[in-house]
């Protein structure tokens, strides 16, 4: 299943590729092989790229209509390349074969939404007459593109999340510069391939790679970019906010997911899905399911349902369509994961199942008898492991699962409706998802987070409106 021929990807600026001096090469996250060698930009490269994109969005090349009637057909096309963007992905990220393709069709409805929103940028008319002195005045407001887009995107979900910038950016009317993952640009070019192969024009599409840091300081610097988007840590996150000056910004940064298990709950249905989603895409997911807090009269049981599902779940080969879990991006991260693991047993928790690293694979692990303060409980793991935490009444559970610097979402299992509207309203998250885990995301919904988790919201229609501008237009009658 594997593709074996290495690949060779240079900069896209203005519908053609730019070769640089310095590579970097993209391995294969299980078998440790270079599959592609991609460029090294230069800060030439990042200037001449947003000014491709500047150009490209004042000729205003592609009308509303266009813009659906490309990224419609972009969704089409990808889902006809499903298994191709598939295996690069198994390849770039490590994520199961089966992880892979529910990428795949998560973005060809992002692509699909995106370009119906297309066709629905509207603002409203004002009764300005019913203000006193403007008796003789009419009101309306429109939405105009910002211009030029700088996206950044993470390894975990390269296509998806990639998607989730460049196809609203596109269906507002802006154009794009975009520094994918060093780690995982494959995805990237595929997309780019697919929306030239639809019809967009040159330029409007612009992929940089490279250091992260110097193409975002890079990025940073250029006033001719109008916004970012970015999803990432918290820690750059921030940079990016306090760099960025007035231009606007959308944040989407880490978490340390709180799920809560209530005592009237179906706690096998609970369990088994705490275990696939505190595991899918080896737990490296901002919303992946971390701190479990289970009600103490259904503890035991909900424990040994948790550990009999996560023991169950296959590891290994990533190609091998029974796998659940495949390797983490790099041994670095795994062999973090596995330090922050080693040293909360040592501060007294208790190791229910995993705590095994193999090479970058880390196997799900589930730790008991933990505290606050702890990495793992405080912190993001961003890795297949789940801390279970007991709790005395639902207002201990909210109390807890609030005690963080993230705030992105949460998930509850109840079958008491007060109980459930009274954690919407208290939880201090983005989302609160009720008899499902936190790691629930519909690609339609409004997704983004509080506190440290960041700011503005993800999903084609929401994100459309951070990319425009709010004008005002008033007639003198």
Known sequence: MKLSEVKKYDLLINGQFVETEEKISVYDKFTGEIVAITAKATKDHVFEAVGVAESAFRRKEISPFQRYEILERSSRILAERKEEMALALVQEVGKTIKDARGEVDRAVQTLLLSAEEAKRIYGEV??????????????????????????????????????????????????????????????????????????????????????????????????RIGKYTFTGSAEVGEYIKAKSGLRRVSLELGNNSPNIVHEDADIIEAAKLCALRGFSTAGQACISVQRIYVARPVLTLFLNELKTFTEGLIVGNPYDERTDIGPMINVKEATRVENWVREAVEQGAKLIAGGKREGAIFYPTILTDVKPEMKVVCQEV??????????????????????????LQAGIFTNNLNIAMKATQQLHMGGVIVNDTSTYRADLMPYGGVKNSGIGREGPRYAIEDMTELKVVVFNL
């Open 382 to 407: 961003f890795g297949p492991v789940v801390t279970v935490i007991p709790y005395n009444d639902i207002d201990e559970a909210i109390d807890m699962a609030n005690d963080t610097e993230y705030g």
């Open 126 to 223: 004002l009764p300005l007459s019913a203000s006193p002195g403007s008796e003789n005045r009419m009101c309306y407001t429109v939405r105009i593109p910002i211009g030029v887009i700088g996206a950044i995107t993470p390894f975990n979900f390269p296509l998806n999340l990639a998607a989730h910038k460049v196809a609203p950016a596109l269906a507002a009317g802006n154009t794009v510069v975009l520094k994918p993952a060093s780690a995982t640009p494959l995805s990237a070019f595929l997309l780019a391939e697919i929306l030239t192969e639809a019809g967009l024009p040159p330029g409007h599409l612009n992929i940089i790679t490279g250091s992260g840091s110097q193409m975002g300081d890079w990025l940073l610097e250029d006033k």
